[in-house]
Structures are given as C-alpha cells and as structure tokens.
C-alpha cells in the first residue's frame, strides 16, 4: 500500500503541536495508524525550527524519523533548529530521508516554501485509508493541506512501522489497566473505611449524629468514586467501538495483504473491549453488593431506634433501595441494547463479506468467459 506525505499548515506557531496532540490521542485510541510526523514552525525573524513528534526510546523501524530526516536536510541550520527525541539521543534516525523512498527534493522544498514568518506546519506520513480520518481530525482549524504520493516503500519497513504502533497501543493499555486497578485499590480502601466507621456507628449509639453525617459523607465519596470509574470504562468502550467499526469499514474494500493486519487489529481491539465491559460489570456488581450493605445497616438501625428516627430510616432505606433498582434496571437495558447492537453489525459484517464474495465470483466467471470466447475463435 501507497503511503501518503500530508503538509498542514497553520497561520499561528502553535496550532501544529495542538492539531498533532489530538491526532496523537486518535493514534492511541486506534483510530488512526499515523507512521511518522513531525513539526515544522517558522518564526517571525524566518528562522526555521524542527520539531520531531516520538520518544527516544520508543520502539520503532526504518521508517522512524524519515519525515525529521528530509525537513534536517533541507533547512539545515544550527544544531538548536533540531527539538525533540532525534536531537536528545537518536542520531541515527535522521540518516532516513523522504528521498530515499521516491520523494522528490523539488517538490519537498516547494511545500516548506509556502510557509510564511510566524505560522507553522504538521507533516504527517499516513497511509492512503487514513486520510478521511486525518481530515476529519483537523476540520476544526484554519489550515491548508497539500499531500503527495510515496510509492517506493518496501513490505517490510512497512509492517515494522505498523509493529511500533502495536507497541505503543499497547503501552497505553498498560497505562489504562493500571488505572483501573488503581481505582479498584481505592474503592476497596473507602469500602473498608466505610465498614469500619459503620460498626462504630452501631457501637457508638451516643455519637451517632456526627457519625450519622461522616458515613452519609463516605457513602456519597465512595458512590462518585463507582460513578467515576464505570464513566471512564464506558468511555473507553466507546472508543474501542469506533475503532473497530472503522477497521471493519476498511476491511471489505483491503487489498489481501492488508486484510490480516486489519483482522488482528480487530481482534485484538475485541479483546481488550471484551476485558473492559467485564471490568465494568463486576464494579456494576460490586456497587449493588455496596448499596444492598449499606440498605442492610439502615434497616438494622432502623429497628433500635425510637419512634422519632425510625421513620427517617425507613425513608433513607426506601431511597436507597429505589436507587439500587434504578441502576439496575437501567444496567439491564444497556446490556440488551449492546447485545442488539453487537447483533446488528455481525449480520453487517456477514452481508459486507457476502457481497465481496459475490463480486469475487462474478469477475471470475467474466474472465473464464472471455478465456473460453477467445480460445473458440482461436480455433
């Protein structure tokens, strides 16, 4: 497959580092497989700067720094115009040119000769599925963008660019698994504080105004902590949907070759939304064993206690017990509709790879047609 150079360019110095910081967070969540970038900003004095976009240690190919590499040959200049991981250790990288893989020096130095003093630049190296994405990614700002076709790439530099992102992909998911554990840490750590301060609660009958109020205080601690938790593996979910969605969008029209690499990206995105939505139904569980405890106290406080506060236990126990069947009505529906919507698109999925299969079959039966017309006029 074709890779794409694509040039943005900006009217301020800035917008190319903010336009690359929410391309950055579409590469991570996997809705875009961007192969390397880097930063071009031309001060108000016509000085040019370099800024390369990826972490020294960061595993990566050939095809690491090449877009670094061209943009260091031709604007040269003092050792200072070059910021980033290339001019902190990796010196080697910039050996790798744009020229090197077809690209003309020409028509290179024409895209840097349209910036003016005091804008700036987003080179991007990306493959030709992409680009709908990259755009769409950068609808939002003032910016003209000129891109040109590279053709002279081998397989292997390639599937080694795409290796790089797999591995930062999954360094992010570390980073969210550590995340998750480490809220499940502190839920545990309110749960076992909650505990403790309610024992002491029925022990303390005499102090059970302020305790009254600081388990009213943890509860409620705790209940946004769950909140908070589930919003943040929804949203994940969310994005792990969009990015499968997209790869299968991409997949029925795939060339053989990139229909493997697409298929395990696939797989794998499953994998992990698969990890991620029984994360969210086990603190799903987690919260209503919480709020059937807490319903539990209530309702044996509720029966020690004098006619004048029984009925407001009864009532903090019939809230309670109200918001514990809300959630989990609410819990049942999400789960039918996801399960719909998971129905939905294997049947489109399965019609898609139908009707390729059909075209398939159709241009063979064409070409056996026209074999046996011109093997009969042959004789």
Avoid: C
Wanted: no cysteine; net charge negative; charged share 30%.
């Amino acid at each position: 497959m074709n890779l794409e150079l694509v040039m943005i360019m900006f009217d301020d110095e800035n917008d190319a580092a903010d336009a690359y910081k929410a391309v950055r967070t579409l590469q991570t969540d996997g809705m875009i497989d961007i192969v390397d970038a880097a930063m071009v900003v031309k001060r108000s004095d016509g000085t040019s700067q370099i800024r390369d976009t990826q972490d020294v240690d960061a595993p990566h190919g050939r095809l690491f720094g090449i877009v670094v590499g061209s943009l260091v040959g031709l604007i040269g200049g003092p050792a200072g115009a070059l910021i980033g991981a290339v001019a902190g250790g990796a010196t080697g990288a910039v050996s790798a040119s744009l020229i090197d893989f077809g690209f003309l020096k020409d028509d290179l130095q024409a895209l840097l000769d349209r910036l003016t003093p005091g804008s700036s630049a987003l080179v991007v190296l990306v493959e030709s599925i992409w680009l709908d994405q990259l755009e769409a990614a950068l609808a939002s700002y003032d910016r003209t963008i000129m891109r040109r076709t590279l053709t002279s790439l081998s397989a292997q530099d390639l599937a080694a660019a795409h290796d790089a992102l797999d591995e930062l992909r999954a360094n992010v998911q570390r980073d969210w698994d550590t995340t998750v554990a480490e809220f499940e840490t502190e839920l545990a750590r309110m749960d076992a504080e909650l505990d403790r301060e309610s024992a002491r609660l029925a022990a303390e009958i005499n102090a059970e105004t302020a305790l009254d109020a600081r388990v009213a205080e943890l509860r409620a601690k705790r209940d946004a902590k769950r909140q908070e938790l589930h919003d943040r593996i929804q949203a994940r979910n969310n994005k792990l949907e969009s990015a499968i969605a997209q790869r299968r969008a991409h997949l029925a029209a795939a060339l053989d070759e990139d229909k493997a690499r697409l298929e395990d990206q696939i797989a794998t995105f499953q994998a992990r939304l698969a990890a991620a939505q029984q994360k969210l139904e086990a603190s799903y569980k987690a919260q209503q064993d919480e709020w059937q405890k807490d319903i539990d106290s209530l309702k044996a406080r509720a029966a020690r206690a004098t006619a004048d506060t029984k009925a407001k236990r009864d009532a903090e126990v019939a809230a309670l017990q109200a918001k514990r069947d809300a959630a989990k009505l609410a819990w049942e529906q999400r789960k039918a509709a996801t399960a719909a919507a998971a129905s939905d698109l294997k049947a489109d999925v399965s019609s898609a790879h139908a009707d390729l299969q059909a075209g398939r079959e159709a241009a063979k039966d064409d070409r056996q047609r026209a074999y046996n017309k011109a093997a009969a006029e042959y004789h």
